[in-house]
């Protein structure tokens, strides 16, 4: 499950959180990690503790069956589509719990310092975006870590109390025996290997599109479909498409383009021909990196358009075995007229997925 805390957008938080993310990040960016009370070697630290069944028992109360505490650097996030570029370190802390009954944990990240003027003595707070709070963190005398404070929202967005009602929150928040841990010192690769349970990786898909493609390199996926695909397919308008980045494309990032954002800033293009239309109609589109996707927006720079076709948008994703999968939810692709009623809304016929297979270049040529 995603941490709501990170991976959400921050709305209506002001301009001083986004300074004080922008501040954190800067910093840690900078030093090695400064609390040694949490790490006195300064590498990264793990706690934790699994609670067995006799205690779950005599604690009716306590939702929580597992939890981990991780300080360091970012356990949970692996490359994806995102430039690197635009990675944020700021956060320092990172906290994975499960509740009984879940199959995976939840987690979420703050950054953690001490709450004096100084910022080297005090109380440990871990704080989130919007000013709240993770949890206050202490070491005892025989190196357990103490973690104290924490809501039983702590998932939830603030104001959710009102939002869901009262079941409903009581069902999704922590219990009222959640709010304080004892956890064991442990090696950091338990912590790593905890919070790898939240989003498994399939090795069948490899390395993000943005790793495995270049920006500096050509491609072609496509899929042409049979009489048989067809034929078990009435309500699919697509006869063959590809995607591709060709001379036009390549040039165009060269000279607008930064390889440190790849592929922020991409142009590709996408070809179809369909049942109705066996003459190929072509749509550029441009990208942006965006979690495990490139978000493509459709572009004028094919020609002119009669409508403002922005909002036109493809999704691309890396699939299995060195394939690609092209998501069209939203009437995005030139299957259709991009201007006209039949491009409005949701795609209605069956072209909403694609898995494309890589391709000789020649065969995304004129």
Not at 112 to 138: F, N, V, Y
Not at 226 to 237: C, F, T
Not at 256 to 278: C, F, H, L, Y
Request: net charge negative; aromatic share 6%.
């Amino acid at each position: 499950m995603t941490s709501r805390t990170i991976m959400g957008t921050i709305v209506g938080a002001g301009l001083g959180v986004a300074l004080l993310a922008a501040v954190a990040g800067a910093a840690f960016a900078d030093d090695t990690l400064k609390l040694t009370q949490l790490s006195p070697d300064g590498k990264d630290a793990c706690f934790g503790r699994v609670y067995d069944a006799a205690h779950l028992k005599s604690h009716p109360q306590q939702k929580v069956t597992r939890i981990f505490f991780y300080y360091g650097r970012d356990p949970v996030s692996r490359p994806n589509e995102e430039p690197s570029a635009g990675i944020d370190s700021s956060y320092n802390g990172f906290m994975a719990t499960t509740v009984r009954g879940a199959k995976a944990p939840e987690w979420l990240g703050g950054w953690c310092s001490h709450e004096s003027e100084d910022g080297k003595t005090g109380p440990i707070r871990c704080g989130m975006d919007c000013d709240r709070t993770m949890a206050s963190l202490k070491v005892d005398d025989k190196g357990r870590l103490i973690v104290s404070d924490v809501q039983p929202d702590l998932y939830l967005d603030a104001g959710s109390e009102d939002e869901l009602g009262k079941a409903e929150y009581e069902r999704q928040a922590l219990g009222k025996d959640d709010n304080g841990f004892r956890l064991d010192p442990m090696p950091a690769a338990t912590c790593k290997a905890e919070f790898a349970r939240i989003d498994p990786i399939d090795p069948a898909l490899g390395p993000p599109l943005r790793e495995r493609l270049k920006p500096d390199q050509a491609f072609c996926y496509g899929r042409d479909y049979d009489a048989a695909h067809l034929g078990s397919h009435p309500d699919q308008l697509t006869q063959s498409i590809r995607v591709f980045r060709g001379p036009v494309e390549l040039a165009s990032f060269a000279k607008e383009g930064d390889p440190a954002n790849w592929p922020s800033g991409a142009d590709i293009a996408v070809s179809v021909t369909t049942r109705q239309k066996s003459a190929k109609v072509t749509q550029v589109y441009n990208c942006q990196g965006e979690g495990d996707q490139w978000r493509c927006a459709a572009s004028a720079k094919t020609g002119a358009a009669a409508c403002d076709i922005a909002q036109k948008e493809v999704f691309l994703r890396r699939g299995a075995n060195g394939t690609m999968m092209l998501a069209n939810p939203n009437s995005g692709l030139p299957i259709v007229d991009l201007c006209s009623k039949a491009a409005e809304g949701d795609t209605s016929s069956d072209d909403k997925v694609y898995r494309l297979e890589p391709m000789p270049q020649a065969a995304c040529g004129p």
